[in-house]
């Protein structure tokens, strides 16, 4: 099975993050969103890899060449960018001549029965129900089960099973086939070349997909969905049962967290739901439901729902107060 991960957007809705580093490459729970991916894709035993990169393409390429030797890895580079169906478009050549093939998107984290859906004769795709179908790609089916209509960002929805940005594909070639008539008809959905709108013309062609209800789906695309993903990933039993006590003493410790390599942390309290990377440096600090990059330096800070970058440094103010009786002070202000 060869899986192709698109990984070339700006990703304007996690600025100022993206603005020195690819949005797969941002840090959530104890790796990037790109690495778990990868690493559950390895797990399922996939080995042969394409990556479609643009925006900072070099930085996704030297993590993937650098974190993950073992694997076989391509790089397509997809400029300019118009559309998810445009870089499939792109990137042919590289599957077209598959048995089938995987596409997964890369600032989604997706939790499902990988090794069964590489196994399924059929072609699947990844859906999860959700209270605003209209922000995403819409699946209807029909009373055989089998999909019937596809719909990106539907204004009036009839279904609330949104596609994920997980795609098993049988017969690759009809899939580069639709994806060329979606541009040389220049058949644009918010103006973009869709791979819905591909995917609908294989239906109307006769190809027969069915749904795969995914387990958890975390969408990384914006700040609110990311620490709401990083959380819900750090509730994992290993991250809960995980105990810093010894190692940094002197401090609370409110799990779940987790902690990179070789940081110093003091007279901090850290937790719950804080993730933070490797080396960075955290002194008189309160930190919770926060993602904090490696090596940066935080100091007299009281943070919550925040996202810090790698090699960033906070500073924030020491008081030494004598108050007297009937007094308020309100900082807050």
């Not at 048995?99 to 989604?108: A, K, Q, R, T, Y």
């Not at 009373?143 to 009036?156: F, G, M, T």
């Not at 040389?184 to 209800?213: F, P, S």
């Not at 490797?278 to 009281?302: F, K, M, P, W």
């Amino acid at each position: 099975m060869k899986v192709v991960i698109p990984v070339a957007g700006v990703g304007s809705k996690l600025r100022p993050h993206t603005h020195t580093q690819p949005k797969s490459l941002v840090p959530v729970a104890d790796n990037t969103i790109l690495g778990h991916i990868v690493e559950r894709l390895m797990q399922a035993g996939v080995q042969d890899y394409v990556f479609i990169i643009g925006y900072l393409g070099d930085k996704v390429e030297n993590y993937v060449r650098q974190k993950y030797p073992q694997i076989r890895a391509q790089f397509v580079v997809q400029e300019p960018r118009e559309g998810l169906g445009h870089a499939l478009w792109i990137a042919r050549e590289t599957y077209r001549h598959e048995d089938s093939v995987l596409i997964m998107l890369g600032d989604n984290i997706v939790e499902a029965d990988l090794p069964a859906i590489i196994a399924s004769p059929k072609s699947v795709l990844g859906v999860k129900k959700v209270a605003k179908p209209s922000l995403f790609g819409v699946t209807e089916v029909g009373n055989d089960e089998y999909i019937v209509k596809l719909v990106e960002k539907p204004k009036i929805p009839k279904s609330n099973f949104a596609l994920v940005g997980l795609y098993k594909i049988m017969q690759p070639e009809k899939l580069v086939r639709s994806l060329e008539h979606i541009i040389t008809e220049n058949v644009r959905t918010h103006n973009e070349y869709h791979l819905t709108d591909a995917l609908m013309h294989m239906i109307r062609q006769g190809e027969k997909m069915v749904t795969w209800n995914v387990d958890n789906w975390f969408d990384c695309g914006r700040k609110e969905t990311l620490l709401e993903a990083n959380a819900r990933l750090l509730s994992r039993p290993r991250f809960r049962e995980m105990d810093y006590s010894s190692q940094y003493p002197g401090n609370i410790i409110i799990p779940p967290v987790s902690i990179g390599a070789n940081c110093t942390i003091t007279h901090s309290i850290i937790g719950p739901n804080v993730a933070i990377g490797e080396n960075a440096t955290i002194s008189r600090t309160s930190l919770s439901n926060s993602i904090i990059g490696a090596y940066s330096e935080l100091q007299n800070a009281v943070m919550h729902d925040s996202i810090i970058g790698s090699d960033a440094s906070f500073r924030g103010l020491s008081h030494s107060l004598n108050i007297g009786d009937s007094t308020e002070i309100n900082f807050a202000q």
